[in-house]
């Protein structure tokens, strides 16, 4: 298992290589959390322990917030563990990367994981995600796949 900081240098680096700019913070929760969900549909396992809160516009994970992930470096060389996710990051890097972080938004507004932490907020204090009912997510996604495939 990785580090949320791990993946998010990763997701940075891979993102500015393929589309020559750096993404922007929304997107990179928004990417990471479908990340998170794809391991565990592919995996059965997380990507990272660190759990995301679900905010406004989305999951977010507070402790990246105000962070840059910017980095010439390539996390593969840095982080042995990384390359045994390719495939999850290939998948969401076909899937999602490409869109804007306001459709990223909407499309984790549709999450059932974010939409029963949401519903549990109070005086606006963020809810932290549990990781299984992501995993309920995941296998939603699974059935939605084997359909439509």
């Given at each position: 298992?990785?580090?949320?900081?791990?993946?998010?240098?990763?997701?940075?680096?891979?993102?500015?290589?393929?589309?020559?700019?750096?993404?922007?913070?929304?997107?990179?929760?928004?990417?990471?959390?479908?990340?998170?969900?794809?391991?565990?549909?592919?995996?059965?396992?997380?990507?990272?322990?660190?759990?995301?809160?679900?905010?406004?516009?989305?999951?977010v994970m507070?402790?990246?917030r105000g962070?840059?992930?910017?980095?010439?470096?390539?996390?593969?060389?840095?982080?042995?563990?990384?390359?045994?996710?390719?495939?999850?990051?290939?998948?969401?890097?076909?899937?999602?990367?490409?869109?804007?972080?306001?459709?990223?938004?909407?499309?984790?507004?549709?999450?059932?994981?974010?939409?029963?932490?949401?519903?549990?907020?109070?005086?606006?204090?963020?809810?932290?995600?549990?990781?299984?009912?992501?995993?309920?997510?995941?296998?939603?996604?699974?059935?939605?796949?084997?359909?439509?495939?």
């Amino acid at each position: 298992m990785l580090n949320v900081y791990e993946v998010a240098a990763y997701v940075s680096h891979r993102y500015r290589k393929i589309f020559g700019h750096a993404l922007d913070e929304m997107k990179l929760h928004k990417l990471l959390y479908f990340a998170q969900r794809e391991s565990l549909l592919m995996f059965g396992t997380p990507l990272f322990p660190e759990k995301f809160e679900a905010w406004k516009y989305g999951p977010v994970m507070r402790c990246l917030r105000g962070r840059s992930w910017d980095t010439e470096m390539d996390p593969i060389t840095l982080y042995p563990e990384l390359p045994a996710y390719i495939p999850v990051f290939n998948r969401i890097f076909e899937l999602y990367a490409h869109k804007s972080s306001w459709t990223l938004s909407s499309v984790s507004h549709g999450e059932t994981c974010w939409q029963k932490a949401k519903s549990k907020e109070r005086d606006s204090q963020p809810i932290e995600i549990e990781t299984e009912d992501i995993r309920q997510d995941a296998e939603i996604i699974r059935l939605r796949r084997m359909i439509f495939n």
